[in-house]
């Protein structure tokens, strides 16, 4: 059974940047993809982008060119590292394997 949390979300202004972090429990972790999604107020959740288990990324949407998914090699740990911050980024983080979500981490933009 998989079991993600995630961190380091917080209240940035815009232009700064942010890591984001989610923590993998279970055996399998080389073998996941991992996917980052994110859900602001009044809208559906969307994702952001993944990481596949040979370390490709993709992403979509305005995060691109701004977001950067990876991987620390010594920890069970995939990482969101957000860039060039913007008002509309402001959302609840969230990561996903499989079935399995963490609670989320709140991400504001604001100056």
């Known amino acids: 059974q998989v079991q993600l949390e995630e961190s380091g979300g917080g209240l940035v202004q815009p232009g700064g940047s942010l890591r984001l972090a989610c923590t993998i429990s279970?055996?399998?972790?080389?073998?996941?993809?991992v996917n980052w999604y994110r859900q602001a107020p009044g809208k559906q959740r969307e994702l952001v982008g993944s990481?596949?288990?040979?370390?490709?990324?993709m992403y979509t949407g305005s995060g691109k060119g701004r977001f950067r998914i990876f991987r620390d090699a010594a920890k069970p740990t995939v990482y969101l590292q957000m860039t060039a911050l913007k008002f509309e980024d402001t959302a609840e983080y969230y990561c996903?394997?499989?079935?399995?979500w963490g609670l989320g981490t709140q991400v504001i933009v604001s100056s």
């Open positions: 996903n394997v499989g079935d399995a």
């Open positions: 279970g055996d399998i972790f080389p073998s996941l993809l």
């Open positions: 990481l596949t288990k040979t370390g490709s990324t």
